[in-house]
Structure formats: structure tokens, C-alpha cells
């Protein structure tokens, strides 16, 4: 019973890092760019929701929309500014900015508001608790997941079936073809720009409620894993960052289940070095040799 409830911590963690990961594989499978500031745009993310749900008083959704549409505006706006100009130059260039983007915005952050953390409310989801063949599910954890998989859901809809979908996978698959076709490849970008971070921003608000602490590095660690998850499905693969991001999160879960819970954190990595080793195309990918 008790590998049972590690497995629906896991999947509720899980739940999280896939939405990350989500923007991460959207990215790099339409401009080839690891975008290492996705983690603080999830960091931003939660900070919108806590402020919504306690200076504004709304509820959680309210604050899950406001969060999703200030990281959509906030994901489009560091395109356009520090990618946009990058878009025929080197690929480590390109990368040496996207770090730099993200040390800015952390470090950016602390000097508007302070390093100080804060705590989300613990009531703005109901906290009950259900006893199923012994095993204890929070009603929190059921939500978050729940939220997580209609998310994933309405992603796959907007991917698959509308006009927008459409040209991200004709610019993801050759962009120049597309714009001889009269797809505005730019617009494309930045709208996969804007769904990947308005996930990152759900994500945030999430993680808030489910872990309380909050505070201005809190995207490194989880921003980290989520590239993990991205890797693991194999990245630039939408349903790949998905089951990636879910099994990153029940593999840490049976790690902390078997005692091992301060090793949590170098498994991702562990998770990552092997696959990069033995399956560097990932779960979901094709081999393909790629000079980078």
C-alpha cells in the first residue's frame, strides 16, 4: 500500500514537471533551442498566482488563468527581445543567451522584490482526505493531476486540430517550406512561445499550492528536471515530454519510498547521463545523428 501511494505522489509530481517539459519540447522542436529561462517563467508564474490569490483574493482558477496569460505575455516578450535577434546565429550562441536570460530574470526578480519566500494559503483547494483499499489520496493531489491532464489535453487539441497547430508543425518541419507556403513563421514562434510559457505558468501555480514555499531561485531545480522529462521522452516530441514528465516524477517518488529520499535529486540526473548514453533520441524519438 505503501509503493501504491509513492506511485500517486509520483504521478501528481509528475504532473508538473510534464507541463515544464511541455514548453521545453514545444520549443526546441520549432527553433532547435534548449531555452534555459523556461524554469523562471515557471518561477514567474507562481508568483502571479500567489499574488492573485492573496491581494487580489480570487480563487484558484482566476489565478491559474491570470498566471498562464501573464507567462504567455511573458514568454512572447523574451522571444521577440533576446531570441528573435538570434535566429540565424550559432546554436551555442543562442544557448549562452538563453542562460544569460534566465540569470537575468532570477536575479532581476530578486531586486524588484526581495529573496525573501513566501507561502501559498494551504485552503485554496479543499484538503480532504480518501481512504481507497488503505490507501490515503489527498483530494489536492487528485485536482492538481486532474487540472494537469486538461491542460495536456487542450494542447493536443490546439496542436492537432486548430489553424495555429497546424502551422507549428508545418514550421517545426521545415520553416522555410512554410513561409514559401505563407505561414508567418514569426508569429508561429512566438505563439509556441506563448502556449509553452502560459503551461510553465500553470505549473507554477500548482507547484505552489502543492509544496506552499515559494520563493525567487524555485525554477532551477524543477526547470532542470523538467529538461530531464523533455529529454526522456525525447525531445521536441509533445507526447514524449507528457509520459517523460510523469515517469521522472514516480521514479523519484520509489526512490524516496525505498529511504534513499536525499538521492531524489541526483536520480533526474542519473535518469538523464543514462539516456543520453543508451537511448540519447529518447523514449518517444527516432535515431537520428544530429551535429550540435
Not at 514567474?44 to 482558477?61: E, K, N, P, Q, R
Request: hydrophobic share 55%; proline share 3%; with cysteine.
Amino acid at each position: 500500500m505503501e509503493l501504491i501511494q509513492q506511485l500517486i505522489n509520483g504521478v501528481s509530481l509528475g504532473s508538473i514537471y510534464a507541463l515544464i517539459a511541455l514548453g521545453y519540447t514545444m520549443v526546441y522542436g520549432i527553433v532547435k533551442l534548449i531555452n534555459f529561462a523556461h524554469g523562471d517563467v515557471f518561477m514567474v508564474g507562481s508568483f502571479v498566482g500567489f499574488y492573485s490569490i492573496t491581494v487580489l483574493d480570487l480563487s484558484f482558477i482566476p489565478a491559474l488563468l491570470i498566471s498562464m496569460t501573464v507567462c504567455a505575455l511573458f514568454g512572447v516578450l523574451i522571444e521577440r527581445i533576446a531570441y528573435k535577434p538570434l535566429r540565424n546565429a550559432t546554436r551555442i550562441a543562442a544557448l549562452i543567451t538563453a542562460i544569460g536570460v534566465s540569470l537575468l530574470i532570477e536575479y532581476g526578480f530578486i531586486y524588484v522584490r526581495g529573496a525573501q519566500p513566501e507561502a501559498y494559503p494551504n485552503d485554496v483547494l479543499p484538503t480532504d482526505k480518501f481512504d481507497i483499499f488503505g490507501v490515503s489520496i489527498n483530494s489536492q493531489s487528485v485536482l492538481i493531476f486532474g487540472v494537469a491532464v486538461v491542460l495536456m489535453i487542450i494542447l493536443q487539441i490546439i496542436v492537432h486540430k486548430s489553424k495555429i497547430g497546424k502551422a507549428m508543425r508545418a514550421v517545426s518541419f521545415d520553416a522555410d517550406a512554410a513561409k514559401l507556403m505563407g505561414i508567418n513563421v514569426d508569429n508561429t514562434i512566438s505563439a509556441t512561445f506563448a502556449i509553452g510559457s502560459a503551461l510553465a505558468g500553470a505549473a507554477g501555480v500548482i507547484f505552489g499550492i502543492y509544496y506552499i514555499k515559494i520563493e525567487p531561485l524555485m525554477g532551477v531545480l524543477p526547470g532542470l528536471k523538467a529538461f530531464v522529462a523533455a529529454v526522456l521522452g525525447g525531445i521536441g516530441i509533445i507526447p514524449g515530454a507528457m509520459v517523460g514528465g510523469l515517469l521522472l516524477g514516480v521514479i523519484e517518488a520509489l526512490v524516496s519510498a525505498a529511504g534513499y529520499s536525499l538521492w531524489r535529486d541526483a536520480v533526474a540526473f542519473v535518469v538523464l547521463i543514462l539516456i543520453l548514453i543508451f537511448m540519447p533520441q529518447g523514449l518517444f524519438g527516432k535515431n537520428k545523428k544530429e551535429k550540435v
